[in-house]
Nanobody, 122 residues
Framework: QVQLVESGGGLVQAGGSLRLSCAAS????????MAWFRQAPGKEREFVAV????????DYIDFARGRFTISMDNAKNTAYLQMNSLKPEDTAVYYC???????????????WGQGTQVTVSS
């Protein structure tokens, strides 16, 4: 059974940084893509970034480009989201997701982590 376990969320001041981790287990993942989504209170879940399992292709939504970096450590079956220059509007629950499609659409991902809270204070 596939399991995704996230960690690394927390409270940070505006301008600070956090690194989120998502450890995957349960099968061979070489054909998969890993993505990060986020959901703020009262808002719909939105795409943040996606990476192929090999790490050879990435994509970001505009607000993340230049501030966030998605990466993969295949040896650890772990994806990361390095978030720099954080803003209060980045406050949300961040979810990692695993799927067979390199996509920004949440319905393309069949496996989801439990979410980790990121709070950015002004």
């Amino acid at each position: 059974q596939v399991q995704l376990v996230e960690s690394g969320g927390g409270l940070v001041q505006a301008g600070g940084s956090l690194r989120l981790s998502c450890a995957a287990s349960g099968r061979t993942f070489s054909r998969y893509a890993m993505a990060w989504f986020r959901q703020a209170p009262g808002k719909e879940r939105e795409f943040v970034a996606v990476i192929t399992w090999k790490g050879d292709n990435t994509d970001y939504i505009d607000f993340a480009r230049g501030r966030f970096t998605i990466s993969m450590d295949n040896a650890k079956n772990t994806a990361y989201l390095q978030m720099n220059s954080l803003k209060p509007e980045d406050t949300a629950v961040y979810y990692c997701a695993l799927g067979l499609t390199f996509s920004s659409v949440s319905s393309d991902f069949g496996f989801w982590g439990q979410g980790t809270q990121v709070t950015v204070s002004s």
